[in-house]
Structures are given as structure tokens and as C-alpha cells.
T-cell receptor, first 111, second 112 residues
Framework: KQEVTQIPAALSVPEGENLVLNCSFT??????LQWFRQDPGKGLTSLLL?????REQTSGRLNASLDKSSGRSTLYIAASQPGDSATYLC??????????FGKGNQVVVIP | DTEVTQTPKHLVMGMTNKKSLKCEQH?????MYWYKQKAKKPPELMFV???????INESVPSRFSPECPNSSLLNLHLHALQPEDSALYLC???????????FGPGTRLTVL
């Protein structure tokens, strides 16, 4: 069974600092990996999708890398802003069209 | 149109009620999903429809009954729920299997 880990569960950073969020997974046989953002009580917003054949994806201030062989992905958010405060979820797509989610990183950006 | 819509936003129901949740997308996606999310937990997959056919049922109790009337619409029929079924119910869609999933805003369900 695919297991996804995100550590730490919560972190706070001062505004302007770069955010680095880590995700690890146990089985390298994945189709893709997706990073989501979730605000309290809201749905998930897709941030980036990395296919298993890709090493990284970029969108604006966001950059996500994937090292399938070591079972790791990292989400970088440059020059963090208070509006980046949210929970960030990593999800791995594996067999039978299932997503295995990590428990998330709860991020607070301090003005 | 690049969004998944869900109605209602909030629902309160008694254990003997019958209600339905609705999900709609107009992106031409052929896979649609229902997830359940409890507070401070990640979403848990309930059902997957692929090309309007049920492809995955994650051993969900029969008091939850999914329906996919057409490629744009997904319903979740609720009957005789328990208080522990109170949660945020999320719908998602993807172009096909194994593609990027797009989520709706969710329905906050409270069972009294």
C-alpha cells in the first residue's frame, strides 16, 4: 500500500522567506504526483502536477521537484506572503486511479 | 468553464432523512470522484466513475449511493446516515483516469 508522509505537520515562516515543503512516498511505481492547497473549510486547489517522467514543474512562485527513485517531492514557494497561509497536501497517483494523500503541512506566513 | 461546482454548500439532516449531494463539471472530464474529509485529515476516496461507469467503490456503506446520470453530473444519495458521517464531502473530476484532479468547494454535511 502506498504511504505518503509530510513533515512537519505545521510550520510558521516570516513573510518574504522561501517556503520548502517535503513529501515522501514509499512506492516509486507512481503515475504522477500532485500538490494541493486547502484553505480552512474549503475544497482543494490544484497547484502543480508532476508526471512520473518529469523532474520538476513550475508555476509562478511555485516550483515542485520529483525524485521518484528516492520517493521524494519538494514544493518551493518563493518570497512567501500572508496569503500563502494554508494547508498544503501532497498526493501520489498510483494503481487503479487512486490518490494517496499525505496529512498535509499547515503553513502560517507571519506578516 | 474550468471549475467543479457542488450543491448545497451546507446540509443538516436527521438520521431518518433522505438527501442528495450534487456535483457538476463542464470541462468534458470523463472521470469523477467522491471523497469524504474529516477535520484535520486528508480526503478519503469513496467512489470513482470512469466514463459514467462505477469503477471504484472503497467499501462504502450502502447508506451512501452514488449516481452518474451523464458525463457532467455526479450525485451522492444519502439515506439513514449516522452522526459519524458528518464531514466535508468533496467532488473531483479529471480528464481521464490518472490525470490531474480538480476539486469542488465541498458540501459540509452535519448529521443530527
Amino acid at each position: 500500500k502506498q504511504e505518503v508522509t509530510q513533515i512537519p505537520a505545521a510550520l510558521s515562516v516570516p513573510e518574504g522567506e522561501n517556503l520548502v515543503l517535503n513529501c515522501s512516498f514509499t512506492d516509486s511505481a507512481i503515475y504522477n504526483l500532485q500538490w494541493f492547497r486547502q484553505d480552512p473549510g474549503k475544497g482543494l486547489t490544484s497547484l502543480l502536477l508532476i508526471q512520473s517522467s518529469q523532474r520538476e514543474q513550475t508555476s509562478g512562485r511555485l516550483n515542485a521537484s520529483l525524485d521518484k527513485s528516492s520517493g521524494r517531492s519538494t514544493l518551493y514557494i518563493a518570497a512567501s506572503q500572508p496569503g500563502d497561509s494554508a494547508t498544503y497536501l501532497c498526493a501520489v497517483c498510483y494503481g487503479n486511479n487512486r490518490l494517496a494523500f499525505g496529512k498535509g503541512n499547515q503553513v502560517v506566513v507571519i506578516p | 468553464d474550468t471549475e467543479v461546482t457542488q450543491t448545497p454548500k451546507h446540509l443538516v439532516m436527521g438520521m431518518t432523512n433522505k438527501k442528495s449531494l450534487k456535483c457538476e463539471q463542464h470541462m468534458g472530464h470523463r472521470a469523477m470522484y467522491w471523497y469524504k474529509q474529516k477535520a484535520k485529515k486528508p480526503p478519503e476516496l469513496m467512489f470513482v466513475y470512469s466514463y459514467e461507469k462505477l469503477s471504484i467503490n472503497e467499501s462504502v456503506p450502502s447508506r451512501f449511493s452514488p449516481e452518474c446520470p451523464n458525463s457532467s453530473l455526479l450525485n451522492l444519495h444519502l439515506h439513514a446516515l449516522q452522526p459519524e458521517d458528518s464531514a466535508l464531502y468533496l467532488c473531483a473530476s479529471s480528464q481521464q483516469d490518472y490525470n490531474e484532479q480538480f476539486f469542488g468547494p465541498g458540501t459540509r454535511l452535519t448529521v443530527l
